[in-house]
Each structure stands twice: as structure tokens, then as C-alpha cells.
């Protein structure tokens, strides 16, 4: 673990529970999958955290980018394989709410294993819900999830993952995964205006697929009941194909893991030291 650089203190526990970040939930975090002594998609990772500090109305110069990626690179190589947990902590500062003119700021990285799902990639079942609520900037990762912990609770044990809805009835992405499925020729993903969030993986599969190949849109039930495939996705675990959806009234829709998704599996998942199905 490495906190600013070096290896943390018990002194750095004054600040800590001084911190906005504790206190107000003021900073932004990412994961990135490590394989092969590799992290992934860095690039986008990096972007996905300045994006995120734009939004809390911070420069890109807050931050080293370049000594942050070292150091990604560095504890990457010790680990192997396994995550890293990147989080910019908004330190102590200001009054109330208010934020000091000078606001210090300190960078984590914490190294851990990641268990993997196995069965999740031969496909799951998803529960059908609306989402608890909406974070003030949904596209970004911000370090308060209270909206993720709520819809966390609100899914049945059985179930590795929901399907959620907005207060349109808008599909808009599941608890830590985005929804990608496959219609009338195409690809279609929720846009994130529905409040799906900015995916490092969404990303990855926009970049990859032709224009003319995928969507972003809006669409409700009825549109996932047409479609063909479905999966739910991130950048740690990849693609799960979603074989069924559920609510209190039973089954909804049935989909097989077809060969689009299995296709994609092929493309991503090799990357990602990840099965394929």
C-alpha cells in the first residue's frame, strides 16, 4: 500500500479523521485489474479520475498524473495479479462545507487479490429494481456510494447483481456494472443522462465497437424483453452474459450467452486474465 508515496503511518490517522474525504466524501477512486504484473486499461482509469475531480470542480493540476501512473506501475508489478484500489482523498480544510482556497489533497493505492466469479461467465441471473437513489454526478466515481450500498440491499442474496431503473423507467445500469444488449443488429447501451455510470469497461467496449454497431440510448423493459443477448460488465470481472431477469412477479425475459457476447468475451477477456465462458 502506498499513501503519497511511501508506506503509511500512524500518524497519518490525524489527518485522516479530520479529512473531507471522511467527513463530506470528497474524492474519487477507481479499481484497476492487475494481471500479469500489468494493470489495465491505466489510460483510462486516469482519465476516469480526472474526469471525476472536473466534476467536483478541481483543476487536473490537483494532481502528478505521471508519479501517480508510476506508482500504479510499481505496485502493480509487486502484486502480480490481483486489483488496485486508487483513491484521491480530499485532506482536512475549509469550514463547514466551504473548502479551503488551498486544498490539500493525498493520493492511496491499495493493493488487494480479486476473487473471481467463475460461474458468473457461463451466465446469471439479474434482479429487476429501481434505483434507490441518484448521486449528484452519477457519470463519475465519486467516494460516496451511498445509492450502490442502498440498491446492494435492496437485491436479494441470491442474486451477484441487479438490473436498475430510473424514475423514467429508463434502464440504467446495474450495481457495479454496466448493461450492454444486443437487438435489431446492433449493440445498445444506456446513455448517461438515464445516470449509468462513465465505465472504464463501457468505454473500452464504445472504442472497440464501430459506430454503426452500438448505441447509446434509452429504453425501458420492454426493450430488454426484445432483446437477443444481454450482459452486464466492469473492468475487474469483465463480461457476465445475463441468461435471466427477475422481480417479485417471477421470471421477465430469458436470453442464451449467444455468440455476440461470446465474441466480445474473446476480444476483452484474454486481455484481462480472465475466462472466457
Known sequence: M????RSPTASDLDWLLASRALAFGEGVFTTLRVTKGQAIFVDDHLWRLQKGLAALLYPPETFDWSLLQQEIEQLS????????????????????????????????????LLTLNSAAYQGIACWWQTCPGSNP????????????????????????????????????????????????????TPSLETGALAGVMRRQLLAHLAANQVKETTAGLAEL??????????????????????DTSGTLAHWPVGPQTQQLMAVFHPLLGLPLN
Open 77 to 112: 508489478k509487486a502484486l502480480q495479479e490481483g486489483m488496485l484500489k486508487v483513491m484521491l482523498l480530499a485532506g482536512p480544510g475549509g469550514v463547514g462545507y466551504r473548502r479551503a482556497k488551498q486544498q490539500s489533497w493525498h493520493r492511496l493505492i491499495h493493493p488487494r
Open 225 to 246: 424483453q426484445q432483446a437477443e443477448e444481454l450482459f452486464v460488465c466492469n473492468s475487474l470481472q469483465g463480461i457476465w452474459p445475463v441468461v435471466r431477469l427477475e
Open 137 to 188: 454526478e452519477p457519470a463519475s466515481k465519486h467516494l460516496n456510494r451511498l445509492s450502490q450500498i442502498l440498491a446492494s440491499e435492496g437485491c436479494p442474496d441470491k442474486f451477484v447483481e441487479a438490473i436498475q431503473y430510473n424514475s423514467k423507467g429508463e434502464v440504467s445500469e446495474g450495481i457495479a456494472r454496466n448493461v450492454f444488449w444486443y437487438s435489431q443488429g446492433c449493440w445498445h
Open 2 to 5: 502506498l499513501l503519497d508515496g
